[in-house]
């Protein structure tokens, strides 16, 4: 499974950014993608994840009512609207596909990764 994560940029606090995280490869053993960030001098973080079959999603509460995750089967990508935009959102962020049967909210629980796209909000 290759996975390829795009869309990351310089936008002001209370902006939108759109990120895409493109799944390619073996995708049916993908039962999640999901999307973490990790700051400089921080551990990678969960944001929030999706389940391609049922479309279950989870989102840590820091971003429950302004980040919203989807999908499209038909192209393989999951997306990461994230709206409201604060500094504090700043840091490089990572799509990973787990063949977990349940939402993986642990970095540990994910098996393949893309590389990472830099999101910057300014104050």
């Known amino acids: 499974v290759q996975l390829q994560a795009y869309g990351g940029g310089l936008v002001q606090a209370g902006g939108s950014l759109r990120l895409s995280c493109a799944v390619s490869?073996?995708?049916?053993?993908?039962?999640?993608t999901g999307w973490f960030r990790q700051a400089p001098r921080k551990e990678r973080e969960f944001v929030a994840a999706i389940s391609w079959g049922s479309g279950r999603t989870s989102s840590a509460d820091s971003v429950k009512d302004r980040f919203t995750i989807s999908r499209d089967n038909a192209k393989n990508t999951v997306y990461l609207q994230m709206d409201s935009l604060k500094p504090e959102d700043t840091a490089v962020y990572y799509c990973?596909?787990?063949?977990?049967?349940?939402?993986?909210?642990?970095?540990?629980?994910?098996?393949?990764w893309g590389q990472g796209t830099q999101v910057t909000v300014s104050s």
């Open positions: 490869g073996r995708t049916d053993s993908s039962y999640f």
């Open positions: 990973g596909a787990s063949s977990r049967n349940y939402v993986p909210r642990y970095s540990h629980e994910y098996d393949y």
